[in-house]
């Protein structure tokens, strides 16, 4: 695993970093405790509308994550309901529980406006995201997983691709639209 952190900073404070930490918490316990949510005071920056994605890893492996890719709700009550999302909501695994969430390690995800792109040569491995979409297929990989990976640009695409479902090389046919993005991951 690399060491190399992905993304961009995008300027939130120690404790708003914390706060959505906090969130996603008390969203999960919440579910697994089978009461209601405690409320937390949340600040103005965390009320913007944008997109984010929750991760969930169990003994340093995946174990839920989900996200939206645009601001549709204000980022607070985003993270919220990723959080259950992740937990208990994936289709690629069992849901959360509570044996489990004593080892569970959360890592957010928040995105910047995605842009469309025509050359290849503007994605950045460590510093951007890609959505690949061909009709109905669309394919997402945040930022943090080429370098995970230790991918490079046409690794990071193919990977993508396969993601949306559609031939690896599909990246490479103009009726397939690349999208970048980037992310604050903490």
């Not at 706060?19 to 937390?40: A, C, F, G, Q």
């Not at 990989?141 to 990977?159: I, M, N, S």
Request: hydrophobic content about 40%; aromatic content about 8%.
């Amino acid at each position: 695993m690399a060491t190399r952190k992905a993304g961009v900073n995008l300027q939130f404070s120690d404790e708003e970093r914390q706060l959505m930490k906090d969130l996603v918490r008390e969203s999960i316990e919440s579910e697994l405790l089978d009461r209601k949510e405690k409320p937390l005071p949340v600040p103005e920056r965390l009320k913007e509308r944008m997109g984010a994605f929750v991760c969930l890893k169990t003994h340093g492996q995946l174990k839920g994550c989900i996200g939206h890719i645009k601001g549709v709700l204000p980022l607070d009550q985003t993270v919220r309901e990723m959080a259950r999302q992740a937990a208990f909501h994936d289709p690629r695994f069992a849901p959360l529980d509570p044996d489990e969430w004593k080892n569970t390690e959360i890592e957010i995800s928040v995105l910047t406006p995605m842009r469309k792109i025509d050359d290849i040569e503007e994605i950045e491995v460590g510093v951007h995201g890609l959505y690949i979409e061909r009709g109905l297929d669309t394919g997402l990989l945040l930022p943090q997983v080429a370098v995970e990976y230790a991918w490079d640009r046409k690794t990071f695409l193919e990977y993508a691709c396969l993601k949306a479902g559609i031939p690896r090389d599909a990246w490479k046919s103009k009726e397939t639209k690349i999208y970048i993005f980037s992310a604050d991951v903490f």
